[in-house]
Each structure stands twice: as structure tokens, then as C-alpha cells.
């Protein structure tokens, strides 16, 4: 069986160290926030670029405490995208504001740029660009129209660690990036944990409050905030692999374009595409394939755990019923989530896994 990552192959290679780590931080007690913490939000900024790093409980908290530190409240409204996993619009409900989908770039899979002017109201507050399975949106674009309408821009970069785009990491053209570090991701915990990355001090203070209870000192408490603290077991095992993850990072990059090599010449696939401005990071390898089900049944039959990253765009879902979207409102999103199929993809791949799963394609 290939799986569609394998987390256990990644901690063989760290094992050792990992263990060590473990053992370090029960020793110290250091279980909430920390040294072990604070040594990772000193190296996590650094290596994203960043003025500041906040640890915090998970990538869903990362975005609602950047929302709630940055004033969006209810009344708000704040734009994003279709095509994404729940948690970015669920942290905007979260803070009491009301998410305002838009339909994707059917090549990037990334919101579609050129419509998101037109849904811009008196209550916009503030747009979320994903940048989805690590493809990095033209951040570019997206600062033109939040300076054009003053708009706060919060950077979904939940699967797009170290990606960059035009040379400069995604997470830092916004206001604010916020990470997650969910087991799967690209820099996983062994646990839930997420980040924030900003330039602004202010924004950091707030929100390193907030995660902590509204604290301004112990036992004193400025605001109602909330228990989103980083664990110090799962900061310390982000530490061992923060030594490794660019070499994992290019790791991805080459198995994607083995990929890529291996199913050019198949005309019934479409490949992910990316632009030259665009580093993308591969959380996951996307194709298109017109009998989807079918291929991703055979290709289970066969060992290989392809899989669908999403089945359902979440104007659709029925949590977000309340919003009163139907079926055909963004027909580009609905139209690839019939299509789309996420490929086994993490740096341990072998170039004999990915040749396997390439000619069990090219065979179906
Ligand atoms: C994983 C993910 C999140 C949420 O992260 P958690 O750590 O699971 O809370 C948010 N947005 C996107 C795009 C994600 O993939």
C-alpha cells in the first residue's frame, strides 16, 4: 500500500533526535508555551522571513485570532475562497463575521482574482487568499485590490509552508500567514499546533494575549481571550524538524516533477500548473482526470490511496446553508471537484513509488 503520506517513514529518518527532544521537554516541564516554544517562534520567523512568529493551538485558531486581533467582528464581512478546506471560512465564523465565497482559477485552483472586486461591500473587511495544496496566489494582485479598499489580508498558508511567490515567502505580503502544523502538513506536530507570522508588533502582541487568556501578566487579564497555547511537546518536535524541512521541501518539488515527466505525455490527464513567479511547495499533487471515480478506485484496488482534496466547495457544504448559496454559483469550483485527484505525495516518495503509481495511471 502507498499511502497518500507517510508520516511514519518521515520519523524513522528523526527518530533519534525526536525521542531525545521528547524526553528533554518532560524532564524541564516546560508543557505549555515555554522555552521550547519560544525557540520556535525565534526560528520559525526566521526561516519564513518574518519580523514575528506566534505559536498557537492549530492553523483554525492561527486565522481567528489574527481576525478577532485585527477588530473583524460581526457585521464584518471577509472574502475567500471556495475551494478550501473548512477551516478558513469557519474561523471567520468564529469571530462572528460572515464569509463571502468566490470561485477559483481553474488552473491554479487559487481564488479567482478577477472577482473579487465585484463582490466588495460597505462590510468587507478583509480578504483570505489561500494558497491552496502550495501553490502561492499572486500576492501580488491581491495587495493591489486591499489597498485599493483598505482591506486587511490574512494569508491561508496552512499547506503552503515556504512557498514563496516573485522571491518573497508567502505569509508575509498580509497583514498577517497563518500555519498550521496538523500531522499531515507540510511541517507536521505529532498533535494539533499552528503559527502566525507578521511585521507588526502590535498584531503579535494582541494576539500572543488573546491565545493566553486575554493575559497582560499572570493572573491579571485585560480581555476575554482564549486557551490556544502551543504545547511545548509539540514545539520541540517542530524544532527538530524545522533542521530539515527546506531539504523536504525540495524533496516534494523533485518528486512532482518526476510526476510530471511520467504523465506528460498521458493526454487525458491535466497536470498541476503553476507560474514562473510561483514557487510551489506540493502539499499535494493534484491531477485532473475526466471518469475520476473510476481511476481513483482502481488505483486503491491497486495499493495506491489517491484521494479527493475537496468533494464538496464549501458554498455547498451544509454548515454554510445559512449563507444562501445554491448549486451553480461557482461552477468553476463545482466543475473540478468532479474532476480532481490528489496523488500520494510527501518527501520519503520513492522514485520507484511514484513510477508505480505513474504507470497504474497511464494503464488505466
Ligand atoms: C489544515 C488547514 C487549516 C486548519 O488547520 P488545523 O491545524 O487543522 O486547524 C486551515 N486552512 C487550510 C487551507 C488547511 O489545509
Not at 519580523?51 to 457585521?75: M, P, R
Not at 489561500?130 to 493591489?144: A, C, L, S, T
Not at 533542521?243 to 498541476?272: C, F, G, H, V
Not at 511547495?281 to 482534496?309: C, E, F, P, T, W
Request: hydrophobic fraction near 40%; glycine fraction near 6%; charged fraction near 20%.
Amino acid at each position: 500500500m502507498i499511502p497518500l503520506v507517510d508520516l511514519k517513514a518521515q520519523y524513522k529518518t528523526i527518530r533519534e533526535e525526536v525521542l531525545e527532544k521528547i524526553e528533554e521537554v518532560i524532564e524541564s516541564c516546560a508543557f505549555i508555551q515555554g522555552k521550547y516554544v519560544q525557540e520556535f517562534e525565534d526560528s520559525f520567523a526566521k526561516i519564513q522571513e518574518a519580523e514575528y512568529a506566534l505559536g498557537c493551538s492549530n492553523g483554525t485558531s492561527a486565522i481567528s485570532l489574527v481576525l478577532e486581533s485585527l477588530g473583524i467582528k460581526q457585521g464584518d464581512e471577509v472574502i475567500t475562497t471556495t475551494h478550501t478546506f473548512i477551516a478558513t471560512a469557519e474561523a471567520v465564523c468564529n469571530v462572528g463575521a460572515k464569509p463571502v465565497f468566490v470561485d477559483i482559477n481553474p488552473e491554479t485552483y487559487n481564488i479567482d482574482i478577477s472577482k473579487i472586486e465585484s463582490t466588495i461591500t460597505d462590510k468587507t473587511k478583509a480578504i483570505i487568499p489561500v494558497h491552496i495544496y502550495g501553490n502561492p496566489v499572486n500576492m501580488e494582485e491581491i495587495m493591489k485590490i486591499a489597498k485599493k479598499y483598505n482591506l486587511i489580508v490574512i494569508e491561508d498558508c496552512a499547506q503552503a509552508h515556504l512557498a514563496k511567490f516573485n522571491g518573497k515567502f508567502v505569509g508575509t505580503f498580509g497583514n498577517a500567514g497563518t500555519f498550521s502544523f496538523f500531522p499531515g502538513k507540510n511541517l507536521g506536530a505529532y498533535g494539533d499546533a499552528g503559527g502566525i507570522i507578521t511585521d507588526s508588533l502590535q498584531l503579535k502582541e494582541k494576539a500572543k494575549k488573546l491565545l493566553n487568556h486575554g493575559r497582560s501578566k499572570k493572573y491579571e487579564h485585560e480581555s476575554i481571550g482564549y486557551n490556544q497555547r502551543m504545547d511545548g511537546l509539540q514545539a520541540a518536535i517542530l524544532n527538530v524538524k524545522l533542521k530539515y524541512i527546506k531539504q523536504w521541501t525540495k524533496q516534494r518539488q523533485e518528486n512532482a516533477r518526476l510526476y510530471n515527466t511520467l504523465l506528460s505525455d498521458n493526454t487525458k490527464i491535466i497536470l498541476p500548473k503553476t507560474t514562473l513567479s510561483a514557487e510551489h511547495v506540493y502539499h499535494l499533487y493534484v491531477i485532473q482526470v475526466n471518469n475520476r471515480n473510476q481511476v481513483m478506485q482502481q488505483l486503491n484496488d491497486k495499493g495506491i490511496a489517491a484521494s479527493i482534496h475537496y468533494p464538496i466547495p464549501l458554498h455547498l457544504q451544509p454548515a454554510f446553508k445559512f449563507l444562501g448559496y445554491k448549486k451553480g454559483d461557482f461552477p468553476v469550483s463545482e466543475n473540478i471537484t468532479n474532476r480532481i485527484l490528489s496523488l500520494p505525495m510527501f518527501p520519503e516518495l520513492s522514485k520507484e513509488q511514484i513510477e508505480y503509481i505513474s504507470n497504474a495511471i497511464n494503464s488505466i
